[in-house]
């Protein structure tokens, strides 16, 4: 668990708080903002994984052009994942309903040490009970992708892709959910857009089924997390490409 420290509490964006799940029935979906972490929790995945806030972790070579964090980003601080044997794994249980239908989460993260997935998002896809992870930089650093689809890992199927990812530099994380579509960017360039309809969406049948239904992992590799932002997509934003016939 993360201990609250100069953090204080989370505060998440609009709405009344509940108890941890779906949306309740006839409620308007709202969006959250990550101000601080004590609501994401850490899970036992073995005594070498740690985890920690810190203020923040600056870029050696910053990129040009990025946006400046908000307030509430900066109020957060950087969630770090530590290198674990092999998995670091939180896991949101806090008080917010979550979205699990049209929706967006991004993120921002950075691989430290290692040469793994450094931040890789597990996320609902219609309910609470049906889960994929959307992996950056597994299988020896280089791979994306969800896993699983049609019962094959992030390595193996339609999503599966490939982009370098350097130590030490902050990655903008862009995910889209619905029940027919899921879509992925990183720093703004489509990773993929996928279509739902008749297939099988699955865990990792691993460790990182411990971030069920929202969290964050790492593997044998040290990765930091900010400026997580979750919003309610609008009606006609995310529609599911066309399959061949």
């Known amino acids: 668990m993360i201990k609250r420290g100069f953090f204080g509490l989370l505060v998440l964006g609009m709405g009344a708080l509940s108890a941890c799940g779906e949306s309740p029935a006839g409620a308007a979906a709202a969006g959250w903002t990550v101000s601080d972490w004590a ?88 309910s609470k ?6 992996v950056a930089g597994g299988w020896g650093g280089w791979t994306t992708g969800i896993s699983s689809l049609q019962h094959q890992f992030a390595n193996e199927n339609e999503t599966t892709g490939s982009m370098e990812f350097q130590q030490g530099r902050w990655y903008q994380f862009v995910l889209q ?3 027919e579509c899921l879509r992925a960017l990183i720093d703004g360039k489509e990773q993929f857009k996928v279509g ?12 990182i089924t411990k971030s069920v239904p929202l969290g964050f992992a790492s593997y044998s590799t040290k990765g930091a997390i900010r400026n997580v932002k979750i919003r309610p997509l609008q009606a006609g934003e995310l529609v599911a490409p066309q399959e061949p016939e």
């Open 39 to 126: 609501d994401w929790k850490q899970q036992d995945t073995g005594p070498e994984a740690k985890i920690s806030v810190v203020p923040e972790l600056a870029e050696a070579k910053p990129v040009a052009g990025r946006a400046a964090l908000s307030a509430e980003a900066q109020k957060a601080g950087v969630l770090v994942l530590g290198r674990g044997e092999p998995f670091t794994v939180v896991r949101y249980q806090g008080p917010r309903p979550l979205l699990v239908d049209q929706y967006e989460i991004s993120w921002e993260a950075m691989r430290v040490e290692g040469n793994d997935f450094f931040a890789s998002l597990t996320f609902p896809v219609g």
């Open 129 to 134: 009970e049906q889960c994929a992870t959307f």
């Open 177 to 179: 959910v619905n029940r």
């Open 196 to 207: 739902l309809k008749g297939k099988a969406l699955g865990m990792h049948p691993s460790e």
